[in-house]
């Protein structure tokens, strides 16, 4: 199965900073469509986790311009630029390229 | 508005079974592939399995695969998660989600224990 590695498990920020997360994956996540099947997660207590990125850099609907997905073949990256109070939290991703779907281990966002 | 509503958690003793339910609103649920989720309580996610949308097709995690069951009815716009010979590692929160490109809406979750 392909494996996700998301290198760290907590970043302590200040508010308006920029912060980036990584996601590693153990192949290429790109599929003959030529899209990147590499999807970002926000969970947030008491809230229903919120799909943010789609194809490693699509913002889904409603998702602040903050929050920028880049990368290709197994290096991702999720940015937060001028983080505000709500974004702390802990961000996953997943790749749904090849069953069984995979999610990274997390990040968790702390203030700093 | 899309809503997922997952049910049928609780406290259940090692080698018991459980089904848990997830009715679906705010579209078309025979429309869409679904699938369940769950987190441990150290916050590790992982993928249990999908089904298709006329439940013709299920697809699972290899290490779940002979104990976990989904099904869905679509006259109840419901989804199932059918748990047999539980573990004390299955103790986890559920989730249902909808499925695409990517998992586009999760439910509230449900929590499972299995404990003696």
């Known amino acids: 199965q392909i494996m996700l590695t998301q290198q760290a498990e907590s970043l302590w920020i200040s508010p308006g900073e920029r912060v980036s997360i990584t996601c590693r994956a153990s192949?290429?996540?790109?599929?003959?469509?030529?899209?990147?099947?590499l999807s970002w997660y926000q969970q947030r207590p008491g809230q229903t986790t919120k799909a943010l990125i789609y194809h490693a850099s699509v913002r889904t609907d409603g998702v602040p311009t903050r929050f920028i997905g880049s990368g290709s073949g197994t290096e991702f990256t999720l940015s937060i630029e001028h983080v505000q109070p709500e974004d702390f939290a802990i961000y996953y991703c997943l790749q749904t390229l090849k069953s069984p779907y995979t999610f990274g281990a997390g990040t968790k966002l702390e203030l700093k | 508005e899309v809503q997922l509503v997952e049910s049928g958690g609780g406290l259940v003793k090692p080698g018991a079974s459980l089904k848990l339910s997830c009715v679906a609103s705010?579209?078309?649920?025979?429309?869409?592939?679904m699938s369940w989720v769950r987190q441990t309580p150290g916050k590790t996610m992982e993928w249990i399995g999908d089904i298709k949308y006329d439940g013709s097709y299920t697809n699972y995690a290899p290490s779940l695969k002979n104990r976990f069951t989904i099904s869905r009815d679509n006259a109840k716009s419901t989804l199932y998660l059918q748990m047999s010979n539980v573990r004390s590692e299955d103790t986890a929160t559920y989730y249902c989600?909808?499925?695409?490109?990517?998992?586009?809406?999760w439910g509230q979750g449900v929590m499972v224990t299995v404990s003696s």
């Open positions: 705010g579209f078309t649920f025979s429309d869409y592939w």
């Open positions: 989600t909808r499925e695409g490109y990517y998992f586009d809406y």
């Open positions: 192949q290429s996540l790109l599929y003959t469509d030529g899209k990147h099947y």
